[in-house]
């Protein structure tokens, strides 16, 4: 039962719901004066100006200063504290940029001194390249808040102003004496806006300035975000370094999985039949001159027991690299991995060269990975491989039509398979929509064999 109470709430928020789908059936031009990332970018600029003053004295007189005093030891702690204030405001202006302008700039790595001790933190300081490109920010930025705080505070007032004209026009003749805003005036003649037709052309005008205002403010914020990505952030090769480690961990962590994976399979599959062929072999011995025909049947036994466990090793070996793969090369390779796909599988391969034998095999296990998904999960009639090679990059693709929705986001095998591919500088693309089909698409560096 719905109380008159909860259904007032429940109309709010509908109501609210109407009102936010109007708002976005407005047009961008429209909406773009009243949003809050307007706001927010202008209060970015305007609080820029104070702020770049104070680090552009800071920076100028402490760089000055310590010039000034490097004929005496003095000049290396006043230069190391410089650039040890820039990288304060530097941490400052990415939490600033990060809460107005929505952009998450990385944090650069921290100091890392070779011994303990002042001098050994100084000389940190004074090496880093991320220091000095902050104290170039705190110099640069300040000409160009100087710039940007003008042009979007007069754009702002001036359009609002004009806009809001014909509600404020009566100020002028009750307490100013005229008729309305002076346009032009040489003492013997005088312009005013004071007629109707003139004070609805001043809001039209108005109108113009304030919806192309908001589009100014995005430029202008637009030249901050470079400034910040470009001065603040870690730098290209840092950047790299971060990626390379974290890539290293992965392939670690690859490596050991595959490891566990192998010594599983050997104990639970071939070394267990290993072990229970020698206890049959050596019941059949001790049978032998008792009972032949026993013997001999638990030989026979034993035999089967042999091709097995030799199945079980060669189904092992295929799975850390199949010696197909090695002798005729990946077209081959995924063709034999298609004919065992519980769906037709079309392959086709259309490569100039072998690529190298460590992305052939990282290409011939992402392939067998995907079409095993595509046997587990896709309920598909068919499916098709695809094998090219643009530029400098491997492409793979695998299709099938089946019901779609599988998502690399959510932790599944998509998501272990992109994070392989990431460590060698790959990328996994997976576009599948709930009614299929799905197109998954990966991308590995090419280096020749």
Known sequence: MITPTQHGHGHGYRDDAVAVERRRRLPAGLRAPFEARTFRELGYLLLS??????????AVTMVSLGAGL??????????????????GFAAMERTRARALLGIDVGTPGPLRPRTHGPMAWMGALLKSGESWRNLLYTVVHFPWAVFAFNV???FWTVGWSLLTYPLWQWVFP???????IQLYGDGA???????????????AVGLLITLATPWIIRALASVDRALVNGLLGPSRLATRVVELESDRGVVVDTAAADLRRIERDLHDGAQARLVNLAMDL????EKLTEDPQEAARMVDEAHGEVKTALQELRDLARGIHPAILTDRGLDAALSSVASRCTVPVQVEVDLPARPAPAIEGIAYFTVSEL????????????????V??????LMLQVTDNGVGGADASTGSGLAGLAERLDAVDGILLVDSPTAGPTRVTAELPWRRA
Do not use: C
């Open 152 to 154: 979007a505070l007069v």
């Open 371 to 386: 079409l095993q998904n595509v046997s587990k999960h896709s309920r598909a009639t068919r499916a098709t491989v695809d």
């Open 174 to 180: 009750m307490y100013a004496g005229q008729g309305g």
């Open 49 to 58: 100006l104070p702020l770049s003053v104070i680090m552009f004295v800071y």
């Open 70 to 87: 490097l004929i005496t030891f003095l000049g290396i702690p006043v230069l190391a504290g410089a650039l040890a204030g820039a990288r």
């Open 189 to 203: 003649h005088n312009i005013y806006l004071d007629n109707p037709f003139e004070i609805t052309v001043t809001a």
């Open 282 to 285: 050596g019941l059949a011995k």
């Open 388 to 393: 090219w090679r643009v530029e400098n990059r």
